[in-house]
């Protein structure tokens, strides 16, 4: 994945998902990297945009759908 800045909520929903998929990755690797900065991120977007709370559960799959089932 390239890393970009959270712009929309469809860019927050995105890298919950990612987040999600990289949960367990291993220490000193590319992916806890991306985790690490994709954190950062999202921390980033979250106090710019108030507090938002869990995305809803649908919209998340509903995102996911659009982009991993093309």
């Known amino acids: 994945m390239t890393i970009k800045p959270i712009r929309t909520e469809?860019?927050?929903h995105m890298a919950l998902i990612r987040?999600?998929?990289?949960?367990?990755a291993k220490s000193d690797t590319p992916e806890a990297d991306e985790l690490?900065?994709?954190n950062i991120l999202i921390?980033?977007?979250e106090r710019?945009?108030?507090?938002?709370?869990?995305?809803d559960?649908?919209?998340?799959i509903k995102i996911f759908?659009?982009?991993?089932?093309?």
């Open 36 to 38: 690490e900065v994709l």
């Open 19 to 24: 987040i999600k998929l990289l949960e367990d």
């Open 65 to 70: 759908n659009k982009y991993f089932n093309e």
């Open 10 to 12: 469809e860019d927050y």
């Open 43 to 45: 921390e980033h977007y």
């Open 57 to 60: 559960p649908i919209d998340s």
């Open 48 to 55: 710019e945009n108030a507090p938002m709370g869990m995305p």
